[in-house]
């Protein structure tokens, strides 16, 4: 029945979430779901698990909720496991991985529960950086009005998770306020290697990108 699930519940989130702009959409998806399974394969995590929760992650993200609710993300998840028929246990396991997979701002410490959760949150962390990291930043900063960049703007260390959801800091900024912080909060040996490739690319694309502000290049 394994396989089945998960092929019932990644037609049902591609069907949600096909064509989405922000960045967030169904390819996003699948970005996260391939690598965590990466990750999951050098951790010797159970690929089910991480499969599930990889698919569910955004079924319900509070960045898109009137009420932003950071809770309903599992209840969803929990919606679509049980419809598709997935055991207690798992939707229990999946569902823990959902509820705490976000960073909720600089100051907020998110540790995961499980193995499982340590790669599909390095996985996803993973997609918020290098040149995927900053198309889906500028794509989502367009989408909710965030400007390109101030250049008076100075990053802020949100304390809780609430302060992180109110920042209405530019698009540039955002790199400092969350993108550059995910490198140092990787949790496999396998994902740090890649976020401090990816890191180093953005760190290269701001240089660009202020140079060409300052009308240097």
């Known amino acids: 029945m394994g396989g089945n699930l998960i092929e019932q519940v990644a037609k049902e989130v591609r ?8 960045g967030h959409d169904w390819l996003h998806i699948e970005r996260v779901r391939r690598l965590a399974l990466r990750l999951a394969a050098a951790e010797s ?13 955004d079924i319900a993200d509070w960045k898109f909720l009137a009420d932003g609710d ?21 939707v229990h396991d999946v569902v823990d991985i959902i509820n705490t997979v976000s960073f909720k701002g600089a100051g907020v410490p998110t540790p995961m529960r499980s193995l499982e959760g340590q790669c599909v949150q390095d996985a996803d962390r993973l997609d918020a950086l290098g040149a995927i990291g900053i198309a889906r930043c500028f794509a989502y900063g367009g989408h909710v009005g965030r400007t390109l960049y101030d250049l008076d703007e100075r990053p802020e260390a949100h ?59």
């Open 15 to 22: 069907c949600k979430l096909q064509g989405e702009g922000t």
């Open 45 to 57: 995590a159970r690929s089910d698990v991480v499969e599930l929760a990889a698919l569910l992650h």
């Open 70 to 90: 950071d809770a309903a993300g599992g209840v969803e998840a929990v919606r679509v496991l049980s419809m598709f028929g997935a055991g207690p246990e798992l």
């Open 159 to 217: 304390l809780s998770f609430d302060d992180y959801k109110r920042s209405t800091s530019s698009s540039l900024t955002h790199f400092h306020e969350k993108l550059y912080l995910l490198k140092d909060r990787m949790n496999t040996a396998a994902g740090r290697q890649l976020a401090q490739q990816r890191h180093q690319f953005m760190q290269a694309f701001e240089a660009e990108l202020l140079a060409e502000v300052d009308g240097i290049v």
